[in-house]
Antibody, heavy 119, light 107 residues
Framework: EVQLVESGGGLVQPGGSLRLSCAASGFTFTSHWMSWVRQAPGKGLNWVASIQPDGYEIHYVDSVKGRFTISRDNAKNSLSLEMNSLRAEDTAVYYC????????????WGQGSLVTVSS | SYELTQPPSLSVSPGQTASITCSGHKLGHKYTSWYQQKPGQSPVLVISQDSKRPSGIPERFSGFSSGNTATLTISGTQAMDEADYYCQAWDSTTTVVFGGGTKLTVL
């Protein structure tokens, strides 16, 4: 069974840092792009970042460029999102998701991890 | 930046057909995916690559895309289909874009 389990969310002050992790199991991790998608309370879905299977090709939404870093450890079947200089507008549930090849969408999602940026 | 536009809400009666649209410049030239999200749950992919139904998704869900519009159709809508629906495409080969979401009410 495919599973994606996020961890690392919590309350952080503006300007602070947080690292999210996503443990993947039940599929060949190295065959898939992986993505982070966030959802602010009561709002819609917003893509954050994606990473190629070998980790060399990475893409970010403009609003997080220079502040967030997506990475993966293929030996541990793990995806991470390092978040720095956090702002109130980064408050959201963060989902890790598995990409379907050939622009097929995101076919498996984790349960989400809540990040709250507040003083 | 690329934008996808969805109607904020749609209401249908049980058993009727619900059609949710998603508009974007030359969207028919891109692949569109659709997601269902129920309150307190993670999104679920219901349509991939414009019209492909992933394993486990009921046959009443279908998709079509042409020109500037992609459409998710739910035939014989059931109460369990009440949810938020999001379309998604790629701005280029690298940037993922979601529509604003449509709240489907079945009453």
């Amino acid at each position: 069974e495919v599973q994606l389990v996020e961890s690392g969310g919590g309350l952080v002050q503006p300007g602070g840092s947080l690292r999210l992790s996503c443990a993947a199991s039940g599929f060949t991790f190295t065959s898939h792009w992986m993505s982070w998608v966030r959802q602010a309370p009561g709002k819609g879905l917003n893509w954050v970042a994606s990473i190629q299977p070998d980790g060399y090709e990475i893409h970010y939404v403009d609003s997080v460029k220079g502040r967030f870093t997506i990475s993966r450890d293929n030996a541990k079947n793990s995806l991470s999102l390092e978040m720095n200089s956090l702002r109130a507008e980064d408050t959201a549930v963060y989902y890790c998701a598995r990409d379907v090849p050939n622009w097929g969408g995101l076919d498996r999602w984790g349960q989400g991890s809540l990040v709250t940026v507040s003083s | 930046s690329y934008e996808l536009t969805q109607p904020p809400s749609l209401s249908v009666s049980p058993g009727q057909t619900a059609s949710i649209t998603c508009s974007g410049h030359k969207l028919g030239h891109k692949y569109t995916s659709w997601y269902q999200q129920k309150p307190g749950q993670s999104p679920v992919l219901v349509i991939s690559q414009d019209s492909k139904r992933p394993s486990g998704i009921p046959e009443r869900f279908s998709g079509f895309s042409s020109g500037n519009t992609a459409t998710l159709t739910i035939s014989g809508t059931q109460a369990m289909d009440e949810a938020d629906y999001y379309c998604q495409a790629w701005d280029s080969t690298t940037t993922v874009v979601f529509g604003g979401g449509t709240k489907l009410t079945v009453l």
